[in-house]
């Protein structure tokens, strides 16, 4: 305690300023600050602005205004804006549960080969977009064909179809995909929440008799509940900004004919421009400023709403 | 009764067996099919897919395409320049923003710390149209420099969060004695702090360096020419080019696994370590 009374002396007798702390957040700051917050403000700020020759003129809202009610542009943001809501729930409903239900099953004590099992399935995920795109996309192509004789070996070869080249399809087999390549999230998070769960809870529960399935659902889940708050957050933040898979598995004009759109890709398109339209760096930016809003509204929901309720349910 | 008992969780194990087995093969059937046939004939690749390469369809005309027709050692060099550096950086300045925010009570210390954490939730791609703007007017597009120090803001957020935790955990006892002796505070965290951390920054650099090596969208925006071509974005360019190329497909997509797959094997206890952090011990 002496020490401390000390020091305390030692600065007030040296000059305030501590420089070591401005030089040891300097380079963060800085770097952080030019290219992540300034860029993101600009950004906002440019949904405001319009070129008319090549300068730049306040707007107000007019850009947001086209955005939403002139058909040239609010047809292709609903759809879009549809899609990626078709896209997160597909994740939600689907992504998540099996992660949970793989997790449960490796934190049973003394299974054999988790080691294996948990870095087999998580490695899809280490995988770029690029990659898992590809890969599916000759999986799935008709031309290949090992898709169909993988079906028609368990009797299920009617059900093949171009699933990617298909308007009706093409969406949910995109979303899977993706679920495909990321439950190794999910699981490990749950896994590891699971494990933390003091012993003592689970003797209590087998004492009261509950075990088993039972005990999965009336005791460990809930307790679970915060980390499947953080994936959701997690998944809906990725989600609302995902462009690669669909660049890579049906190109820019997000195939076939705009199913398989969502606000990354149209982003990508406003700002470039695609085949006849020039690109528009303002509209892009309204787009851009669209998902900033979609995503904090989301996280914001998570913070207040979700984190509270669950702190409650924790206690 | 007690034999019974036995017997249904003897079932319940090997149905979880099953299960797990079932879902393990359908993440890894895909990578070995893409991987097997990348080392066949174009005739074996679809008369019979499913098979290894034997003598008679064994063939690297795929790989001899991409080594003479692409630019992949290129790309590599040039993921390895982008991504190295970034981890440097996010790791260096991370770890000193970290200190600085978790040794020190200072004004605006909290504040500082949501300032910095922002970057966690938000993606730096919404800032994508002011990014290329700064990185034009500054002659950074097709540098490297220009992806390094996106990417370098890109993973600081993270960085600095789980570093911070880790620490506050370092004992103040130690860094007083080191102060007693006389050490400067630049001492105190290159010499005590950082070494002490070790494990977690290597958690930090596993974390840091996927998402970078993996991205397409900042390579395709700021830095498409071919000179400075990741692996990511020129796999994608070369695969688009050569799509009725079976062979070269397949050869290209072996070429941008086996690397990830071989450093994925390396660290996966690290990374998973670090995922899995307090609970597993």
């Not at chain 1, 952080?32 to 809202?61: E, K």
């Not at chain 1, 943001?77 to 099996?98: D, E, K, R, T």
């Not at chain 2, 002011?130 to 500054?138: D, P």
Request: aromatic content about 12%.
């Amino acid at each position: 305690m002496s020490d401390v009374e000390m020091s305390d002396d030692e600065i007030a007798a040296r000059p305030p300023r501590r420089w070591h702390i401005a030089v040891f957040l300097a380079p963060a700051v800085a770097v952080y600050t030019a290219l992540m917050i300034i860029p993101l403000i600009d950004t906002l700020r440019l949904s405001l602005f319009t070129t008319i020759d090549n300068h730049s003129v306040f707007n107000g809202f007019a850009n947001f205004v086209m955005l939403f009610t002139d058909g040239r542009w609010s047809n292709t943001f609903w759809n879009a804006l549809g899609n990626n809501m078709v896209f997160f729930l597909i994740h939600m409903s689907i992504q998540n549960p099996v992660g949970i239900a793989l997790a449960a099953m490796l934190s049973v004590p003394r299974l054999r080969g988790r080691t294996f099992y948990r870095t087999a399935i998580f490695m899809p995920t280490m995988l770029s977009f690029v990659i898992v795109g590809f890969v599916w996309k000759l999986i799935l192509s008709p031309i290949w064909g090992v898709a169909p004789s993988i079906l028609n070996a368990i009797g299920l070869k009617f059900l093949f179809g171009p699933w990617l080249g298909q308007e009706s399809t093409a969406l949910v087999t995109l979303s899977l995909i993706s679920v495909w390549q990321f439950v190794g999230i999910p699981m490990m998070l749950i896994y590891a929440a699971l494990l933390a769960i003091p012993e003592e809870v689970i003797e209590a529960a087998e004492l009261d008799g509950i075990t088993g399935v039972g005990q999965f659902f009336k005791i460990k889940l809930p307790l679970v509940l915060p980390t499947v708050g953080i994936v959701s957050i997690l998944t809906f933040v990725g989600n609302f900004n995902a462009f690669d898979l669909i660049y890579t598995a049906q190109g820019a004009l997000a195939g076939p004919n705009f199913s398989t759109d969502l606000l990354g890709t149209y982003l990508y398109r406003t700002f470039f421009g695609f085949q006849l339209q020039l690109g528009d760096q303002n509209m892009g930016a309204t787009i851009a400023t669209m998902m900033f809003l979609i995503i904090l509204t989301g996280v914001m929901i998570y913070l207040f709403a979700v984190q509270t309720r669950m702190r409650r349910y924790q206690l | 009764m007690s034999t019974g008992k036995a017997r249904t969780s003897l079932l319940h194990t090997g149905l979880m067996h099953l299960a797990l087995i079932a879902y393990t093969a359908l993440c890894l059937a895909p990578v070995v099919l893409v991987v097997i046939n990348s080392m066949k004939s174009r005739a074996a690749i679809f008369s019979a897919p499913m098979a290894l390469p034997g003598p008679k369809t064994f063939d690297l005309i795929g790989f001899t395409t991409v080594i003479t027709q692409g630019n992949f050692a290129g790309y590599f060099s040039n993921s390895l320049i982008v991504t190295g550096t970034s981890i440097v950086a996010v790791l260096l300045f991370g770890a000193m923003a970290a200190f600085a925010l978790s040794e020190y009570r200072f004004r605006g210390n909290t504040l500082m710390g949501l300032y910095l954490a922002l970057g966690i939730m938000i993606p730096i791609r919404l800032g994508t149209i002011a990014i290329l703007n700064i990185m034009v007017a500054t002659r950074l597009v097709n540098t490297h420099l220009g992806l390094i120090l996106v990417y370098t803001a890109q993973g600081l957020p993270l960085a600095i969060f789980i570093l911070s935790e880790f620490m506050r955990q370092v004992s103040a006892d130690l860094k007083n004695a080191a102060r007693i002796d006389g050490l400067s505070e630049y001492a105190i965290f290159f010499k005590l702090v950082l070494p002490l951390t070790r494990p977690a920054i290597a958690t930090v650099a596993v974390f840091t360096m996927i998402p970078i090596w993996n991205d397409l969208w900042f390579p395709l925006i700021l830095a498409p020419g071919e000179a400075t071509k990741t692996v990511t974005l020129g796999a994608q360019s070369f695969i688009g080019q050569y799509v009725t190329n079976w062979n070269a497909v397949l050869a290209a997509l072996t070429l941008a696994i086996l690397p990830v797959l071989i450093l994925y094997l390396a660290f996966s206890q690290q990374l998973i370590r670090g995922l899995t952090a307090g609970a597993v011990k």
